[in-house]
């Protein structure tokens, strides 16, 4: 399985990422996905310019985004801006066995699950999915903190 990280940030590449993710991690690529309509949102070039170079990014629809995946060799690190992309990742077919949720701010009728998470219904019935699908699901900001566990948090 070429994933070695599944991670929802809606920061995508930012500091964290480069300095603390990438080093640890041992990748090749970085694979952002994003949804039907959202693609305007993401800004390619600022975002290559955001990562080293000595790693690749492929940017591509859901739909796509899973079919490399299932393709590649690569040591592939999946960054996904929602967890929107991630259950259309998952309704694609592809697998992986844990994610890390790393930042989901403030947005209208959301509410804290910790310092960087905050929920609102579209994002708890995504997390009960990825749950109910026996993904492991955590949250901590850089490999060197502690991971805390999100499923329990989660409503049955």
């Given at each position: 399985m070429p994933i070695i990280f599944a991670r929802v940030d809606d920061r995508l590449i930012h500091g964290?990422?480069?300095?603390?993710?990438?080093?640890?991690?041992?990748v090749d690529e970085v694979l952002i996905p994003f949804s039907k309509g959202?693609?305007?949102r993401l800004n390619r070039g600022l975002l290559?310019?955001?990562?080293?170079?000595?790693?690749?990014?492929t940017i591509l629809d859901s739909t796509a985004a899973a079919s490399?995946?299932?393709?590649?060799n690569r040591r592939i690190f999946l960054l996904m801006g929602s967890l929107k992309e991630a259950a259309e990742l998952i309704q694609n077919g592809l697998q992986f066995t844990s994610i890390n949720i790393g930042g989901m701010h403030f947005k209208d009728g959301a509410q804290?699950?910790?310092?960087?998470?905050f929920l609102d219904g579209d994002d708890k019935r995504f997390l009960k999915l990825?749950?109910?699908l026996g993904i492991n699901i955590e949250t901590?900001?850089?490999p060197s903190s502690?991971?805390?566990?999100v499923a329990g948090a989660i409503e049955p």
């Open positions: 964290q990422i480069v300095q603390a993710w990438l080093p640890e991690l041992n959202s693609e305007g290559r310019l955001s990562l080293p170079y000595e790693y690749d990014l490399h995946a299932a393709e590649s804290k699950l910790a310092d960087n998470v990825i749950r109910d901590r900001a850089v502690a991971s805390v566990s």
